[in-house]
């Protein structure tokens, strides 16, 4: 096992989670060949202040990933629940406006307040229920593109960083030299 390290030039701990905290965050994408390049960048990024919970691991099988120790993607990452909730809530939204209103200026009815909320949410949790069940099979379309290096056998690196790190991340795992930067997300919900 590699023993050397390479030091981040971002000064404290302290810097780095203050950073992360003030600045919006971005995911950074990295391929390796090895299972063992994934847990020694792991390794070194905690080691110069990159939060444990900030770096995921995406393989072909999970089996590696626990007995290493390292974080993988929960289901919520891999798929696009999160995602098609949020847009089957404001579907439902709209839905729930609309039917407020035809029935309304439409069909000239009146509702009650409690009418009016109990339509609204019925129809709130139903749009989201419907998105979260569509969402089922579709992969997270960030991590769409790398579906061929994973079943090849590669593993992605995700390391979720603030704007102020990223270019410490970039030197480390670069003076690693073992892994490939791979592209990089706005981290907002995915």
């Known amino acids: 096992m590699i023993r050397w390290h390479c030091l981040l030039d971002t000064g404290s701990a302290w810097h780095a989670i203050r950073s992360v905290m003030e600045d919006s965050m971005k995911r950074l994408y990295y391929l390796t060949d090895q299972l063992d390049y994934a847990e020694h960048i792991s390794e070194e990024l905690v080691r110069n202040g990159i ?20 974080n993988g993607l929960n289901i919520f990452d891999r798929l696009e629940r999160v995602r098609r909730a949020l847009n089957g809530l404001l579907i439902g939204l709209l839905m729930a406006a609309m039917a407020l209103l035809f029935g309304h200026f439409g069909l000239g009815l009146v509702y009650s307040g409690i009418a009016q909320f109990a339509l609204v949410v019925l129809l709130l949790l139903f749009s989201t229920w419907v998105g979260t069940l569509v969402s089922f099979t579709p992969e997270n379309v960030h991590l769409r593109h790398f579906h061929r290096e994973i079943n ?8 979720d960083v603030g704007i102020h790190q990223e270019r410490s991340v970039h030197s480390l795992i670069d003076c690693l030299n073992e892994a490939q930067y791979s592209g990089a997300d706005e981290q907002l919900l995915s």
């Open 51 to 70: 939060d444990f919970n900030q770096i995921h691991v995406l393989s072909k099988g999970s089996g590696g990933l626990v007995t290493r120790h390292l």
């Open 152 to 159: 090849a056998g590669r593993y992605l690196v995700m390391i």
